[in-house]
């Protein structure tokens, strides 16, 4: 049930977002529900192939280049994902650092009120 959670959570964030960022386009919400799920597998498979990868990198700065693995992810999904758009590597960035903030921000809201019950 988490996962499935997790999953809309990104969805109505990512949806939410491309309203926001002029350089990210989501058709519909379907659109984003299949972005998050692409996300979801792409950051479990591919993800800790690049860090491993990169890891020299990676800790010359300081652990900085995770974002720029970040927003690899997000231009791979771009690909992946019809009716999902990206106009660059800047705008890839800021969309990844927004959805990853916004959404652990939600998420933990959401934990925290099932704690209180």
Known sequence: MSII???????????????????????TFTTALILAIVLAVLNAIIKPILIILTLPITIVTFGLFLFVINALIILMASKFVKGFYVDGFWWA????????????????EDKAKKREQ
């Open 93 to 108: 960035l800021l969309f990844s650092l927004l959805l990853s903030v916004i959404s652990s921000l939600l998420y933990n």
């Open 5 to 27: 959670v997790r999953i809309i959570v990104s969805a109505v964030v990512a949806f939410g977002l491309s309203y926001i960022l002029k350089g990210i386009h989501i058709d």
